[in-house]
């Protein structure tokens, strides 16, 4: 898209191969171009800290490769129980010893954002949204036919709250899309003040 005078109009990519955030941002009305960002994802002992560094870490990686007339949004989620960080599963056993550990327990979701308006040289804005997540009682059998039909491997704590959702949680409180990975409360207003909603 060209504006009068030939300026290139902002183009927003999200920098992330989240089919969750792909959804949340299509439904706030955002165009945007999706360019996965490969970065290090630090885990540093401290959940916000955590899900922080790896915010601005996919963000920078995006920038190196952005256009001057892009705006980039960068995410990363972690769960956290007992101050303990949980990420994605190494694999299946790892998925099912995941949910049993939340099981019958409250969680926190914790979802670093970090936002740059367009021209590669600015400092993006970044926060950090959390919401409490409470688990119903699983058996492993649960579990087990849980991931069977939820196929959520790739998930941090290796459930999603989109996914079957009602199979695992028992109640939850703050935002909803923050637990699905992108927050979009706080998002559609930034994205909105920039231009970038249709």
Request: aromatic share 4%.
């Given at each position: ?44 002992g ?74 590669c ?18 058996s ?20 999603d ?38």
């Open positions: 898209m060209i504006r009068p005078g030939g300026a290139k109009a902002p183009r927003l990519v999200l920098a992330s191969a989240s089919p969750r955030r792909a959804a949340i941002l299509a439904d706030l009305g955002a165009a945007f171009v999706v360019r996965p960002a490969n970065a290090e994802e630090p885990r540093l401290d959940p916000v800290a955590s899900v922080r560094a790896a915010a601005l870490a996919k963000h920078a990686a995006a920038a190196r490769a952005a256009a001057p007339h892009e705006a980039l949004l960068a995410a990363d989620t972690l769960v956290a129980c007992d101050g303990e960080e949980i990420g994605k599963p190494r694999d299946r056993a790892d998925a099912v010893a995941m949910l049993l550990r939340l099981a019958g327990r409250e969680h926190l979701v914790h979802t670093a954002v970090a936002l740059s308006a367009p021209g040289g600015a400092k993006p804005e970044v926060f950090v949204e959390t919401s409490s997540v409470r688990f119903r009682p699983l492993r059998t649960d579990a087990e036919a849980y991931l069977d039909d939820a196929r959520t491997l790739d998930r941090a704590g290796a459930y709250i989109a996914t079957l959702g009602n199979r695992v949680v028992e109640s939850f409180s703050g935002s909803y899309t923050n637990v699905m990975g992108l927050p979009a409360e706080r998002v559609g207003p930034w994205l909105a003040a920039h231009g970038l909603l249709s």
